[in-house]
């Protein structure tokens, strides 16, 4: 593929697929393992979400922009994929937003390509699973210059990007009832809001600190946020995770989940095409429910790994059977694949949250 008029832009997967569309937000060329989102809304929580780090993302609903960019949808201080792509970015109208999308991108330098059959691209990541691949809008760009890269490309330490560089404690919403220590793997800040709506003080801790440092602050429970990447990287963090687990009670939420269960014998493996949108139905076994969850994860919990003896897989997905949820034995923790704080669903699961704190309580009056 030559060169391509300043207004062009081309997508091209490590395949060989190649997809001409028309350049948006910042202009130049990006790499990036090329993933699709099912969401109909929520794209600025999606461009927030610091699990997309590394990724270039693919929205399945035609049209993106139409309410802008709104400063009180962000769920962190910036936009992480490598590059976006949408059928048709349009003009917003919404008496909230603060700019429009295109703008936006190109204040964080976040290449975007639309006009491309997004149906297309996202039956063959379906079909072939997620890939490498390329977008580009730089007129002088040739697949060719690029095809190393992007069949080499992989994400280096992306929770080490993400995470927050200096602890920061959030007050509670009314009068303190908990501590609790989040250590924060890309933490959305949805996850904070709803442990601060609960009375809880929140410190927020980098994802490199040390279990000696987490129970310095003698906190009542442990939080362990999203993030991005292979779980099985982050072999600092799953050690440390081998001295809290039963130390304080404990809620792992995504890559949080992965890392407890890898930090207790089990294993994780990628799916094919990842599960991320929101839209995905859950089964709580439990309490024999299936609710809408808000998703955005490559890896899972292998069932079979799981050791019955130390837990036992309490959430499953309704469309591929994946473990979506684990409760311990023995130990005040448990874990879920999917992200309670995004409510998506008419019947949401922030039920887990107070779950948690519940756990918390019992633990304190045995204390």
């Not at 008029?5 to 997967?13: I, K």
């Not at 995470?163 to 501590?179: D, L």
């Not at 039920?351 to 309580?361: G, K, N, Q």
Request: proline share 6%; charged share 20%.
């Amino acid at each position: 593929m030559g060169a391509q008029a300043d207004d062009e832009a081309v997508l091209v997967l490590s395949n060989g697929a190649e997809f001409r569309g028309r350049a948006f937000g910042a202009r130049g060329t990006a790499v990036g393992e090329v993933v699709f989102n099912t969401g109909i809304v929520g794209y600025q929580r999606v461009l927030t979400d610091p699990s997309y780090c590394g990724q270039i993302v693919t929205m399945c609903y035609p049209l993106i922009g139409n309410v802008g960019i709104n400063p009180n949808e962000h769920e962190s201080a910036r936009p992480w994929p490598m590059a976006y792509i949408a059928r048709e970015f349009t003009d917003p109208s919404h008496y909230q937003q603060e700019s429009a999308i295109g703008p936006y991108l190109e204040r964080y330098g976040i290449v975007g390509i639309q006009g491309i059959d997004t149906r297309a691209l996202v039956r063959i990541l379906r079909e072939n699973g997620t890939m490498n691949g390329v977008v580009s809008s730089d007129p002088d760009f040739r697949a060719a210059d690029w095809a190393l890269r992007v069949k080499d490309f992989r994400a280096v330490d992306p929770v080490l990007e993400v995470t927050c560089r200096e602890r920061t404690t959030h007050a509670p919403v009314g009068a303190k009832r908990y501590r609790i220590a989040l250590l924060d793997y890309g933490c959305k800040t949805g996850i904070v809001r709803g442990l601060q709506e609960r009375g809880c003080e929140v410190v927020q801790l980098p994802a490199g600190t040390s279990a000696d440092e987490v129970l310095a602050l003698a906190p009542d429970g442990l939080m362990l946020s999203n993030g991005p990447g292979d779980p099985k990287d982050n072999v600092y963090q799953i050690d440390q995770l081998k001295r809290l687990l039963g130390a304080v009670p404990t809620f792992g939420i995504c890559l949080g989940h992965q890392l407890m269960a890898l930090a207790t014998g089990a294993d994780t493996a990628k799916l094919k095409f990842g599960h991320r949108g929101g839209n995905h139905p859950v089964k709580d076994l439990a309490h024999d429910r299936v609710y809408i969850t808000t998703q955005n994860h490559g890896y899972a919990v292998l069932a079979g790994t799981v050791d019955p003896a130390v837990a036992e897989v309490s959430h499953v997905s309704m469309n591929d059977d994946s473990v979506e949820g684990l409760r311990y034995k023995g130990i005040p923790a448990f874990s879920v694949q999917y992200h309670p704080e995004a409510a998506p669903g008419p019947l949401d699961t922030a039920y887990l949250f107070d779950e948690f704190l519940a756990l918390v309580d019992a633990i304190r009056t045995t204390r």
